[in-house]
C-alpha cells in the first residue's frame, strides 16, 4: 500500500480522504485530534495548537525520517503554508512536494503581485491599498495579512494606528466591502479546472475579530449567469499561476457582482463537503474512477483533469461543516472526547489531555440536507445544543 505524508494545522479532512482513497497516511499537524489518529498509521506533532503556527524543524524532521522509505510518494500540505513559503521548500528538498511549489506559493499569496494580477486581468475585487488610509476615512478599512489563514489575522483599520501594524510583509489595507461570503473548490491541473461546487461561508465577529471563518455549505446554486462569471474568474487565475491540485477561490457576492478576496492553492477546508465524490480521469486513453485525494494527487503530479462522475453530478446533496469555538476554558478528559465522539456529525475530536481556552476551536460539527438553509440550520442547532450539553455535564 502507497504512504502519503499529511501536513497541515489540522490534518483530518485531508488525512480521512487519503485514507478514503486507500493510502497509508502519517498525519503531521498541531492537535493530533482523535479521528485524525484513527484515520493515520502515525501521527506527530509540528507545534503546539495554541500557536497556530508550523515549526519548520518539526515538519523537516518528520518529513526527512519518512524519505527513507520507499513506499511514501510524498507529501501534501494544508492550511498553514499560506505564508511560509520557506517550508515548502525545506520540505520539498528531503520529500516529493504533492502541490503547488513555493514560488507559486509566494506569488499568489503576496498581496501586491495577486491584486496587479487581478487588475491586469480585469478581475474585480475591493479596493486595496499598501500604506495607511487618512484617519478619517479609518471606519471603512481592514487590515488583512496574507500570510493569515481563517480570518483570525483580519482586524478593523482605527485612526492613529500605525505604530501597531507589525512587521508582516503581507499586510495591506482593503475597503470593506459588502456581499455573501463565498467561495468555489476546484482541482486544477496547471491550465484547466474541474470545479466541485460554490459554497457559501459562514464569517463571525469574534471580539476585535470582525471576519472569522465558522464553516461553509455547499454546494449552492448561483444564477447562471453568475456561475459562469465566477467560472471565467478562477480559470484566469488558475492558468496566471499554473495552479494544480484541490484549492478555492474566495470572492464576495453583492447581487450579481463579483469581488474576488483570495485564491487557497492548497486543499481547503471546504473539501469536506466533497469528501464522497468520484472522479474520471483519463490515464492511457482509459477512464478510470477515482476518489477526492486520488484526483487532487494525479492533477498535482501527471496534469491530469478530473471529471465529476455523472451520478455525482446529479443534483448532488448540500453539505455544511461548522468549527464549534470553546465558550470558556475547558480541560478535555476521557469523558468529553466520549461524549464528543458519540455527537452526531461531530468531527475534530480533542484528545484527552488537551485544554481550550475560550475561543479555542474544540471540534467541529457536519450536517447533510436537501437544501442550504435546512443545513444551517441543523449546523447551528447542533453547534448550541452541543455548547449546552458540555456546560451542564462539565
Known amino acids: 500500500m502507497t504512504m502519503l505524508a499529511v501536513a497541515a494545522i489540522s490534518a483530518r479532512a485531508i488525512t480521512e ?22 484515520a493515520s498509521v502515525t501521527w506527530s506533532a509540528l507545534g503546539e495548537p495554541g500557536a497556530l503556527h508550523i515549526d519548520a524543524e518539526r515538519l523537516r524532521s518528520a518529513l526527512a525520517g519518512l524519505a527513507r522509505n520507499a513506499d511514501v510518494l510524498g507529501w501534501c500540505p494544508g492550511a498553514g503554508f499560506e505564508g511560509a513559503a520557506d517550508l515548502l521548500e525545506r520540505g520539498a528538498a528531503v520529500l516529493p512536494l504533492i502541490g503547488n511549489d513555493a514560488a507559486t506559493m509566494r506569488s499568489v499569496r503576496d498581496p501586491r503581485s495577486f491584486f496587479e494580477a487581478l487588475d491586469r486581468l480585469g478581475i474585480a475585487h475591493p479596493e486595496v491599498r499598501f500604506e495607511p488610509p487618512e484617519d478619517g476615512e479609518a471606519l471603512h478599512w481592514l487590515v488583512k495579512d496574507f500570510q493569515g489563514t481563517g480570518g483570525w489575522h483580519i482586524r478593523r483599520w482605527a485612526a492613529g494606528s500605525a505604530s501597531r501594524l507589525g512587521g508582516s ?13 463565498m467561495s468555489l473548490t476546484f482541482i486544477a491541473n496547471g491550465s484547466d479546472v474541474c470545479e466541485l461546487g460554490c459554497n457559501e461561508l459562514t464569517i463571525r465577529r469574534f471580539g476585535a475579530k470582525p ?14 449567469p453568475v456561475a459562469r462569471q465566477v467560472g471565467l474568474i478562477l ?10 491540485g484541490l484549492g478555492s477561490l474566495d470572492f464576495l457576492l453583492e447581487g450579481d457582482t463579483v469581488s474576488v478576496l483570495e485564491v487557497n492553492p492548497r486543499p481547503p477546508a471546504s473539501m469536506a463537503l466533497y469528501e464522497l465524490r468520484r472522479f474520471e480521469c483519463a490515464t492511457s ?23 465529476i462522475c455523472p451520478e455525482d453530478a446529479d443534483a448532488p446533496a448540500v453539505r455544511g461543516i461548522e468549527i464549534v469555538y470553546a465558550l470558556r476554558p475547558v480541560e478535555v478528559n ?20 488537551i485544554r481550550c481556552t475560550a475561543g ?18 441543523r449546523l447551528n442547532d447542533s453547534r448550541k445544543m452541543l455548547l449546552q450539553t458540555l456546560e451542564t455535564s462539565t
Open 169 to 181: 510583509p503581507a499586510l495591506y489595507f482593503q475597503r470593506e466591502a459588502l456581499g455573501r461570503s
Open 211 to 224: 471576519h472569522v471563518y465558522c464553516g461553509a455549505v455547499g454546494p449552492v446554486m448561483l444564477p447562471i
Open 235 to 244: 480559470r484566469a487565475v488558475v492558468a496566471e499561476w499554473g495552479l494544480r
Open 334 to 353: 476521557a469523558a468529553v472526547t466520549a461524549q464528543l465522539s458519540r455527537w452526531p456529525g461531530a468531527h475534530d475530536l480533542p484528545a484527552p489531555g
Open 17 to 38: 480522504a487519503a485514507a478514503r482513497d486507500g493510502y497509508e497516511v502519517v498525519a503531521l499537524d498541531l492537535f493530533g485530534d482523535v479521528d485524525t489518529r484513527a
Open 360 to 377: 479555542d476551536p474544540l471540534c467541529s460539527v457536519a450536517a447533510v440536507g436537501a437544501s442550504a438553509d435546512a443545513v444551517r440550520t
Open 285 to 307: 486513453g482509459t477512464l478510470r474512477t477515482h476518489g477526492l485525494m486520488d484526483a487532487h494527487i494525479r492533477a498535482c503530479l501527471n496534469g491530469d483533469l478530473p471529471a
